[in-house]
């Protein structure tokens, strides 16, 4: 398992920029695909974005497709989201999420998640 710690949440204004981060353990970190899912008051927990192992492909959600990049530092293991123009629609608790194997499979199912990290968009 990995074990994950999100950081960078906080209170930012309709347009404004965050950049999130997620702290990995393990021994293992490299070989996993990482991803970003996001969570609002009353709505189902919702895929965000993916990175491979490798950091050379991702794959976004539409609804922040053009807004958000994810990337990774495998020797750092860290991974990141800049979170550009954000919207009051983007307010949710942020979590950082894990899987071995092909990325595209962690949109679907997570092997490991972090404890969230609060994202407050206001108008």
């Known amino acids: 398992q990995v074990q994950l710690v999100e950081s960078g949440g906080g209170l930012v204004q309709a347009g404004g920029s965050l950049r999130l981060s997620c702290a990995a353990s393990?021994?293992?970190?490299?070989?996993?695909?990482m991803g970003w899912f996001r969570q609002a008051p009353g709505k189902a927990r919702e895929f965000v974005a993916v990175?491979?192992?490798?950091?050379?492909?991702?794959y976004y959600s539409d609804s922040v497709q053009g807004r958000f990049t994810i990337s990774r530092d495998n020797a750092k293991n860290m991974v990141y989201l800049q979170m550009n123009s954000l919207k009051p629609e983007d307010t949710a608790v942020y979590y950082c999420a894990s899987r071995a194997g092909y990325y595209r499979d962690l949109q679907s199912k997570a092997d490991s998640w972090g404890q969230g990290t609060q994202v407050t968009v206001s108008s």
């Open positions: 990175v491979s192992w490798s950091g050379y492909d991702t």
């Open positions: 393990g021994r293992t970190f490299s070989n996993y695909a």
